[in-house]
């Protein structure tokens, strides 16, 4: 019967996100979040289900007041020196994501990876990496395993990670929930 085993769907995905997050390297979380308090400008890269989560990420950073662009928009700046790119490469092997990361070290700008499988090419050009270890397509590091197919949980524990890291950075930067909202788009 449909329906029947969502409860029991949930309770699995609830246990297995809560898995990965007692995974993360707190370490690691910080390094992110120094480079994103110290850039001039950030810049920030990803596809598929994973670029909906790092899109998610572009638009919380600017209510937080920093200078940050989506990489696809027209109207994204040059990158240099004092700029920073996050690029979310899931499985760390995404082609046009390597060439970004390369143009923007090319131009002397920090990069950030953030991955599911950090045993790949793209970490090799990272100044940073954020290791999420949670399943993600294609992938091949020791990560939470899944019952979702594909990406689901790698994309599911971006979302989540990266509105706690907002929500840190506010806390550091002595941001108000208030401040964010004054930044939030008014003409809609």
């Not at 928009?73 to 060439?99: E, F, N, R």
Request: charged share 25%; with cysteine; net charge negative.
């Amino acid at each position: 019967m449909a329906g029947a085993r969502i409860k029991e769907y949930a309770r699995t995905i609830v246990t297995e996100l809560s898995d990965v997050f007692s995974r993360l390297d707190e370490n690691q979380i910080t390094s992110f979040e120094d480079r994103i308090i110290n850039a001039r400008r950030i810049i920030v890269i990803g596809v598929g289900r994973e670029g909906l989560a790092a899109r998610g990420f572009t638009m919380r950073l600017m209510h937080l007041g920093k200078d940050v662009h989506w990489v696809w928009d027209d109207t994204t700046p040059s990158l240099a020196a004092g700029d920073l790119l996050i690029a979310v490469s899931g499985c760390g092997k995404i082609g046009h994501i390597q060439y970004v990361i390369d143009k923007a070290k090319e131009r002397g700008a920090s990069v950030v990876v953030v991955t599911g499988d950090p045993g790949q090419k793209a970490v090799e050009y990272a100044d940073s990496v954020l290791f999420v270890p949670a399943a993600v397509y294609l992938g091949t590091a020791d990560v939470v395993k899944s019952i979702q197919p594909m990406g689901n949980l790698f994309e599911q524990s971006l979302f989540i990670v990266f509105d706690m890291i907002i929500m840190d950075l506010a806390d550091t930067l002595h941001v108000s929930t208030s401040d964010m909202e004054r930044r939030h788009r008014n003409i809609e």
